[in-house]
């Protein structure tokens, strides 16, 4: 078994190999976070921060040398959104001083997912 920072477990066979990630061990692993942002399109903005949904945080990942072909094998997760849902947003034009409605897409759950 070779060690790579990872919890993983590498079984070399003749013609493949396998290679098992389970996460990094430091750092948070993948989750929902509120990140707190003024929306903008155009000429009009949200009048204040607005708390948005978002995903964050870590996923397994690995480079590893295949020597069956030369090169390397690549295993990449992202922390990425499973579900969306809309929300609306009210958002003040200055250009004609008027308010509009605009539909955002939020994650309702995020987890690491093959890239």
Known sequence: MISFGYHMSILFQPI?????????????????VTVRMTIRKNDCRSNRPVNIVSCDGKCPSASIYNYNINTYARFCKCCRETGLQRRSVQLYCSGNATWVSYTIQEPTDCSCQWS
Do not use: A, R
Request: aromatic letters at 12%; proline letters at 0%.
């Open 16 to 32: 493949w190999f396998v290679v098992i990630l389970t996460g990094k061990e430091d750092g948070k692993s993948c989750q929902k």
